[in-house]
């Protein structure tokens, strides 16, 4: 069963950063495509970032020039590294990864269990 711990969250004022870490473990054959998002309570999930395991790089365009995702394909992990915060950035980050069990295989699913990061004004 694949997991994934997150960590890294925390308080931070306007302007700052904070960089997010998801690191994951169990068996599998391959992990495709890592990412992370956010949610607030009473809203839907938003995607913020993803990277394929060849490191192409996608972003919603509230995030774009400020934060940054990179991977370790070697140490299975994912970072989120956030700049210039802002309080509407406020919310439970959850990293995501798809990855398969076997070649032929379709991609599973998996979550973390969440960070908060909470931006004061």
């Known amino acids: 069963q694949v997991q994934l711990v997150e960590s890294g969250g925390g308080l931070v004022q306007a302007g700052g950063s904070l960089r997010l870490s998801c690191a994951v473990s169990?068996?599998?054959?391959?992990?495709?495509?890592m990412g992370w998002y956010r949610q607030v309570a009473g809203k839907q999930r938003e995607l913020l970032a993803t990277i394929t395991n060849g490191g192409r790089t996608r972003y919603t365009d509230s995030v774009k020039g400020r934060f940054a995702i990179s991977r370790d394909n070697a140490k299975n992990t994912v970072d989120l590294q956030m700049n210039s915060l802002k309080p509407e950035d406020t919310a439970v980050y959850h990293c995501n990864v798809k990855s398969r069990k076997g070649i032929f295989d379709t991609p599973d699913d998996t979550w973390g269990q969440g960070t908060q990061v909470t931006v004061s004004s």
């Open positions: 169990g068996r599998m054959y391959s992990i495709d495509i």
